[in-house]
């Protein structure tokens, strides 16, 4: 018998997930991935575009097409660059305002999430994940 597809299950239980952040972060007008933007970038402090597109492991025109709109949201600003080098991004007041606000919604839906699973399954998450 065929067993069903591991990359298939994955996905589904992705989407899953994130519609569980989602729901959570609405609350302040985020979604999950934006959320996840600001909180690289308030980590750091100022990232240029590229390096923000390395560490969340993303392509740079997914990154660009996303700060796009933390940009149009005041959320994000593009500190000058002048000479031509690469322009370094960071939080605006109100984008550190609004991560402040969602941090909590985060950690709830992070909790939500947790009660779901058991540790052998978190573990199991982290595993395939790649990260630790």
């Not at 989407?15 to 302040?28: G, M, P, S």
């Not at 390395?54 to 740079?60: E, G, Q, T």
């Not at 709830?108 to 699973?117: C, P």
Request: one cysteine or more; hydrophobic letters at 40%; proline letters at 2%.
């Amino acid at each position: 018998m065929d067993s069903p597809c591991y990359c298939d299950l994955l996905r589904t239980a992705a989407r899953k997930t994130t519609a569980i952040y989602d729901r959570h972060l609405a609350e302040v007008g985020l979604t999950l991935a934006q959320y996840k933007l600001l909180k690289k970038i308030n980590l750091v402090g100022k990232l240029s575009i590229s390096e923000l597109a390395a560490v969340c492991d993303l392509d740079r025109s997914t990154i660009g097409r996303n700060v796009q709109v933390l940009e149009k949201h005041d959320l994000v600003e593009e500190t000058s660059c002048g000479d031509g080098r690469r322009c370094m991004l960071r939080l605006t007041d109100q984008g550190r305002q609004r991560f402040a606000a969602a941090s909590p919604l985060w950690q709830a839906a992070q909790g939500e999430i947790e009660a779901s699973l058991n540790p052998e399954q978190i573990s199991a998450i982290t595993a395939i994940s790649g990260v630790l």
